[in-house]
C-alpha cells in the first residue's frame, strides 16, 4: 500500500515538471487574465465591496 501510494506520488511529480518543461508559466498567465480588477471608489481610492458604494459619500 505505501508502495503504491509513494509510486503514485512520483509519477505525479514527474508530470509536473514535463508540463512545466513544455510550458512554463503557462498557468499563471490564464490566471491572471480571468481576474477582474476590483473597483474602487473614484472618489477616496478605497476598495468598494457589494453594490451599497462607499462611505466616504454618505457623511
Known amino acids: 500500500m505505501i508502495k503504491g ?3 503514485f506520488l512520483i509519477i ?3 508530470i509536473g515538471l514535463i508540463g512545466n518543461a513544455i510550458a512554463p508559466g503557462s ?3 490564464m490566471v491572471r487574465r ?3 480588477k476590483a473597483s474602487t471608489c473614484p472618489r477616496c481610492g478605497r476598495y468598494l465591496f457589494g453594490k451599497t ?3 466616504c459619500r454618505k457623511g
Open 5 to 7: 501510494a509513494i509510486f
Open 12 to 14: 505525479m511529480v514527474a
Open 27 to 29: 498557468v499563471g498567465r
Open 34 to 36: 480571468q481576474l477582474p
Open 53 to 55: 458604494g462607499c462611505d
